[in-house]
Each structure stands twice: as C-alpha cells, then as structure tokens.
C-alpha cells in the first residue's frame, strides 16, 4: 500500500510539473512561429528586388494576356467579307471593314488592299512588313519577363552566398564563443533568399511559355489570313 501511495503522488507531481510548463513552452512555441512577411524580413535586401521583379511580371502577365487574347479574337466570316469586297470592286468598303475589325491581321490585309495594282511580290512584301511590326508589338515585355525567369533564381542564390559569407564571418569573429543564435540571420538570408528566387523564376518562366503559345496562335492566323489573301489575288479574272 505504501508502494502504490508513493507512486500515486510521483505521479500526480510530475503531472504538475508538466502542466506549469506548458504556458513556458506554448509561449516558446509562439514566439518561434513564422509567417511569410517574417520569412520575407530575413531574407534581407535581396527579397525586396525578388518582390519588384514579381509585380513587374504579374503586371507583363496580365497586360499581355488581355492584349494578345484581343488580337486573337476576328469574326470567323473575315476574309469571306474581304473577298465579296474586292470581287465587287469595293475597295473603300473593303479597307473600312479592316479598320473596324483592328486586329494585327487586318491591319495586314488593310495593307495588301492599299497595294492592289502593283506586282504581287510588292503587296506580299508590304503584308509581311506589317506582320513583322505586329508581332514585335505582341511581344512587347517579353524580353522582360524572359530576364525575370533567368535573373530570379541566380538572384536567389546570390543570397544564398552572400548570406553564408555572413554566417561564416560570424562564426570567425566570435572565436571560442560561438553560438547557434548568431548564425541564424545569415541562414535564414541564405535558405529563404533560395526559395524566393526559385518561386519568382518558376512563376515567370510558366508564365513566360504560356504567353509565347497564345503570340504563336496569333502568329498563325495571321500567317492563315496571308495565304488566303494571296491566293484571292492570284485567281483568274
């Protein structure tokens, strides 16, 4: 009996003693808890370029999309209409339908129509001047967003070196003295100035391919509408 009653009150003292720590080790837990903004902070002055180069690829990404996707859209019946114009000899009508229209490939055909009753090469050759200025202006930015995918994560990993050569000369100027607290801010600028660049880069280079798939399906029909205009004006009279 005296065996089971000294076992219950070790018992109920070590339950005791784990719940007065509890509150000490909740509040160590709380004060170690991290959010993105802190993970941010330690990242020093690197995250703040990686954050720019962010905004300014969101904004290519948004910007882009709206314009390229604008360009895209043309009524299916396009060139139908152009070819009732210029068979019926209304070449006004023809040129002010491409002007409502305000698309790269009927700014293109606008062109070839201004060139009727030159040589063929010469109207083909003024078409594909107004295409290659079209898809200049579609890709506009690109070369940006391009740099950003390229630039962000060796901009992550100079961080990631710079921040070891600070751990590291911490770790020489404290001599025998060295604790694991002093080495956390040049870690932490190491590890989270990484992740910082690869989440840019990654985002910037899917971003990067999807629009350069939405310029080629541009591109494509521009090169469609080209063909078929060609070919209406080599028909027989």
């Known amino acids: 009996m005296n065996g089971m009653f000294m076992l219950m009150q070790a018992s109920s003292a070590l339950a005791d003693s784990i719940a007065g720590a509890n509150p000490v080790l909740t509040q160590v837990g ?3 808890e991290m959010n993105l903004w802190t993970m941010a902070v330690k990242g020093g002055w690197i995250m703040i370029v990686l954050a720019l180069m962010s ?22 019946r396009f ?7 210029i068979l019926n000899g209304e070449l ?33 050759a003024a078409i594909e001047n107004v295409g290659n200025f079209e898809v200049a202006k579609l890709e506009k930015g690109m070369t940006i967003m391009a740099t950003i995918a390229g630039g962000a994560p060796m901009l992550g ?6 921040g070891m050569v600070k751990a ?40 990067y391919n999807y629009l350069v798939t939405l310029i080629d ?13 060609m070919d209406l004006l080599n028909q027989p009279a």
């Not at 060139?79 to 114009?85: G, H, L, Q, T």
């Not at 541009?218 to 509408?225: G, H, L, P, R, T």
């Open 30 to 32: 709380a004060a170690e």
């Open 55 to 76: 905004v300014v690829c969101f904004y290519i990404l948004f910007e882009r999309n709206y314009t390229i996707r604008k360009a895209g859209k043309e009524d299916p």
């Open 79 to 85: 060139m139908d209409k152009i070819k009732d114009y």
């Open 92 to 124: 006004k009508a023809a040129t002010d339908y491409c002007r409502s229209v305000d698309t790269p490939s009927a700014r293109m055909i606008e062109k070839g129509i201004n060139r009727l009753g030159r040589p063929v090469n010469d109207v083909q």
């Open 157 to 162: 990993f100079l961080g990631t070196v710079t």
């Open 168 to 207: 590291f000369w911490q770790m020489a100027n404290a001599g025998n003295n060295i604790d694991i607290t002093m080495l956390s801010g040049g870690i932490y600028e190491a590890m989270i100035t990484t992740v910082g660049g690869l989440i840019v880069g990654i985002i910037a280079m899917f971003a």
């Open 217 to 229: 399906g541009v591109v494509n029909k521009m090169e469609a509408k080209t063909m078929a205009f």
